[in-house]
């Protein structure tokens, strides 16, 4: 093989494996400052249907959000949000979101909801937003949107390494030591 070749082959190789690593990185990363925004649209009549949102999250924080339905135009929305949550696959933790303000569905037939999630302190690693909604048969069509903040990150503990905690107790008995010789002088 040509040594030009070899040279090309090792450039594609290499643009190949920055690609990958595009890839594996797909979900939105969620940070202060950038918010994660989800939602649907053109939501008509529909059976109970389960929607989910992939996200990652950095490093630990403090998250907060909210789910809104939304009508189109000056029509009320007729959408049924019938659980929204969290849901971390590895820890198998799950995060409620609680309804705000929620529909008499058996004598509404269009009205808002909303679901609000309150600052609670989430793991690192990837997530997912779950939302369970159903439409409810209108003629024009209905909406949720919703968005997650992270309101403040929490900083890693930091506990000194047994070395570093070795040198400054010799540092301070060394300078009781001294201390201690100086008085006696």
Sequence with gaps: MSKKLSIVL????AVAGLMAVGLAQASPVLSA?????????????TEVVTDDFAFHLDQSATVQGTVSTLGFKTYLPAIDISDAYLWNASSEQRVSFLETLGADWTNAANAFEQWT???????????QMVVV???????????YQGTLTAVSYNAPLHVPEPAGMLLSLTAVGAMGIALRRRRAA
């Design 133 to 143: 909604e159903q439409g409810l048969g209108s003629k024009r069509e209905s909406a």
């Design 117 to 127: 999630l309150t600052p609670v302190l989430l793991s690192a690693g990837d997530w």
């Design 33 to 45: 400052a950038s918010p994660f925004t989800f939602g649907k649209g053109g939501i008509q009549v």
């Design 10 to 13: 090792r450039k594609a190789v």
